[in-house]
């Protein structure tokens, strides 16, 4: 009898699955959006031009640290910074998406820090160069499990500590985009699809993590996550 021939010439990778609040399902993550300078505060101290619209850039979906894991420090940095964000998981897809219709797209949100090897962004900022090696290097996007949600998106506060000091601490009200207009704006330069997740930029307040610091993020009334860097 002839052996079957498998589909594939190696083993296929994983899918990312990201655990759902009080569900016994999981997530399976297609790719990860983020928005960079959604809140004002945060493009200034980023240098930012106070009219310059926000826009996106991207993860891959195994950067994804799953909860309650610890997060490696990175290669071939030495500015290792922290990005506290709110993290939209959509179950639904579509192209030019209107902002009315935009929250129909969502499952539910979650809690996730940004990671970004600050000085390889900035060096590649200086020679006009993509920014992938400064955010979506390995071990990039730690993140809470998601919380189902349906109805006006969350409001609240948004922190970060490192070590117990406080860090960032603002309100995800403050965003220059809002989510709709966030899933709309996305939905004018790719066809979105169930699975895929937006981190929705961070407020001010960035810095440095180092090996052994115990990093703490809460979105109010989405999730915490936590985790050590070793
Ligand atoms: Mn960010």
């Not at 759902?20 to 200034?44: D, K, Q, S, T």
């Not at 799953?66 to 910074?81: E, F, I, M, Q």
């Not at 939209?88 to 809690?111: I, N, Q, T, W």
Request: net charge negative; aromatic share 6%; hydrophobic share 45%.
């Amino acid at each position: 009898m002839a052996a079957k021939t498998a589909p594939y010439v190696i083993d296929p990778p994983a899918v990312v699955a990201v655990p759902v609040e009080g569900a016994a399902g999981l997530f399976p993550v297609r790719r990860i959006l983020c928005v960079g300078r959604n809140y004002a505060a945060h493009r200034r101290e980023m240098g930012g031009d106070d009219r310059d619209p926000p826009f996106f850039f991207a993860k891959p979906a195994d950067a994804i640290v799953l909860p309650g894991r610890d997060v490696a420090y990175p290669p071939r940095t030495s500015n290792l910074h922290h990005e506290m964000e709110l993290v939209v998981a959509l179950e639904a897809g579509g192209a030019e998406v209107p902002p009315e219709r935009a929250l129909d797209l969502v499952f539910g949100y979650a809690a996730g820090v940004d990671l970004t090897r600050r000085d390889l962004q900035n060096a590649a900022k200086d020679k006009g160069q993509p920014w992938e090696a400064g955010k979506a290097f390995d071990q990039a996007a730690p993140m809470s499990a998601i919380r189902r949600w349906s109805g006006p998106p969350p409001q609240g506060r948004i922190r970060l500590t490192v070590n117990g000091q406080a860090r960032q601490d603002a309100s995800v009200a403050d965003m220059i985009w809002n989510v709709a207009e966030v899933i709309a704006e996305a939905s004018r330069l790719w066809r979105l699809a169930p699975g895929d997740l937006i981190f929705t930029g961070t407020p001010e307040g960035v810095g440095p993590v180092l090996r052994g610091d115990r990093v703490e993020g809460e979105v109010e009334g989405v999730g915490r996550l936590a985790f050590e860097v070793v």
